[in-house]
């Protein structure tokens, strides 16, 4: 019996929509940790001698729940979307630059092997690496955009163009855009853990499945993200910094470096400062990287779906065309032979 023909694969483009799909939805439902977790590490934690507030917006928070009811009092239920439009476009646009040019670089990495083999854990990082660097670069304005949406004062609260504008206007020019690119690349490792680490998880748990269950998924993305996220948290909190407003200790005076973040947080809070947020940051984590997996395992089967039925679609209509023309020239030819 002839085994049963197996469905071509999805080109980049179709890997980077499935992708780009799942993480907007992640994002869109649990985005208020995103914001809690912006605020929380923007904000210099309280000494017992300040006098006064030390944070953007003048409120402290002490912890998630007390950030999530403190943005609801003060700004109402729509505070904690606050910037919800550029922050989808950023997902948007960076993971399909991701997925986009991570399949690009995998598949070329495995027609180059004379024998096939999966990639070692360190190639899937340098892999997932390279993907990622590609897409901050061009992805990294939205970012910016979006962390000053977040972390702007009720009274001063703008658009996504007009902070735009802002970013722009200040003293860093146009290159206030790309606040925070060295950061982004060094973060790079953050997607290549997590990408990686879920692909050699599946490899170890789920062996020779091509198609996960939903809640299988959801435990490789949630685990793979989790990982990720304590190893890079110290320099989540440095970009973050970087992108947004300096704190009133700072006069106004923005900082120039990831370095120079960590450097007045260790010098004012403690070295575990540089943790700060961590809570709402793997809770946020761990919530996107389980639904945007869960989300890409499903969107990648209906794309598939979809491209073989246009590829019979179009190989009907070439079979239609064909015989027409062949109708078409034995009516023809005996004219000719006359």
Known sequence: MAAKARQPPLPPWGNALAGATGAVMANALVYPLDIVKTRLQVQIK??????????????????????????????GVMG???????????????????????????????????????????????LGAVAGAVAQVFTIPVSVVTTRQQTQPKV????LLDTGREVVNSEDGWT?????????????????ITYGAYQRLKDLIYPGKTHLRPFEAFFLGALSKSIATIVTQPLIVAKVG??????????GKPFKSFVEVM????????????????????????????LLM????????LFVVLFAYLRRLRSAKLQKAATAAAEKAKHVLPLISK
Do not use: C
Not at 182 to 188: C, D, E, I, Q
Not at 242 to 251: H, V
């Open 46 to 75: 309280r000494k017992p001698d300040d006098p006064s507030p030390l944070t953007v917006d003048g409120v402290h928070y002490t912890s998630t729940i007390d950030a999530l009811s403190k943005i609801v009092d003060d700004e």
């Open 80 to 126: 904690l979307y606050s910037g919800l439009n550029g922050a989808l476009i950023g997902v948007a646009s960076t993971n399909f630059a991701y997925f986009y040019w991570y399949s690009i670089v995998r598949t070329l990495y495995l027609s180059s092997q004379t024998l096939p083999k999966p990639p070692t854990t360190a190639i899937e990082l340098s």
């Open 156 to 159: 001063e609260r703008k658009g």
């Open 176 to 192: 206030g855009l790309w606040r925070g690119l060295k950061a982004s690349l060094v973060l790079v490792v953050n997607p290549a």
């Open 242 to 251: 970087l992108q947004s407003r300096p704190p009133p200790a700072r006069q």
């Open 263 to 290: 450097k007045f947080i260790v010098e004012n809070e403690g070295p575990l400062a540089l943790f700060k947020g961590l809570v709402p940051q793997i809770t946020k984590g761990v919530l996107v990287q389980g």
């Open 294 to 301: 869960m989300t890409k395992e499903r969107m990648e089967i």
